[in-house]
């Protein structure tokens, strides 16, 4: 294929999702957070294409420009990896390395427990579900209220929501709002994402960290935020999750620095490096 960019749809089950394919090598599929677009993951770098490696990024369901689900509840883990599934098939990939933040992670480790034969390698950016306390009603609290907040008062409702002054350090409130906004004024749809809200953080892209053990044996790097700087996604669920992946290799900002996840330059290098080994 030509490495210039190209836009393109792929539907499944009535849901048409986003696709930019760009670049020639390696495939590497990148996938992003909950509320984010498929910008958000390298922050708009082109260090992958530029490094050889074909680069697939896709706006989730009900994220960007891609369509919102059939029902507000359509949103789990089983389906988000289906939809992997179908952005890899409608592109003629087999087998490729999977890049993801967040709810993208957690996407992405869904599909490698149930089509292992189709993972190069995996990149686990932040990683924050935790089996143990997924069902807290304090936890789902926190997400009905963002989703309240976008519903009720749009972009800056959910930023009133997110109470940055009490969930974020104060070297880093400035920053977190000015990316909430960006991203959120990136949706077509704001009430899917409202939707997505309420319903990924009730699902379940496992049952245990004990399932992590039986992933592929691939190149692996878990991406790991300080919690000074990303107090959404705890440090020690990250080290969690390295400790359980056989062969899992932990990369960390270094202390004071921005968080790694929203160094697009430097985790391109982090994710060529897996793409690299995996061949």
Known sequence: MSGAATDQTIERDGVRLAVQDAGEGVPVVLLHGLTATRRYVVMGSRALERGGH?????????????????????YGYGALADDLR??????????????????????LLRFALDAPERVAGLVVITPAYDPATNDDPARLAYWDRLATGLREGGIEGFVEAYRVDDEVPEAWRDTVRTVLRQRMSQHRDLGAVADALVAVP????????????????????????RDEADPTHPQAIGEAYVE????????????????????????????????????
Do not use: C, N
Request: proline share 5%.
């Open 244 to 279: 359980t992946i056989a062969g899992a290799r932990q990369v960390t900002e270094e202390e004071g620095k921005s968080t790694l996840a929203w160094q697009g330059g430097q985790l391109s290098k982090e994710i060529a490096a897996v793409a690299d080994a995996a061949g």
């Open 202 to 225: 009730r699902s379940r892209p496992f049952d245990s960290l004990a399932e992590l053990g039986e992933l592929p044996a691939v190149p692996t790097t878990v991406v790991v935020s």
């Open 54 to 74: 074909r680069v697939i990024a896709y706006d989730a369901r009900g994220h960007g420009e891609s369509t919102a689900a059939p029902t507000p509840a359509a």
């Open 86 to 107: 179908a952005v890899l098939d409608g592109l003629g990939v087999e087998r490729a390395v999977l890049a993801g933040a967040s709810m993208g992670a957690h996407t």
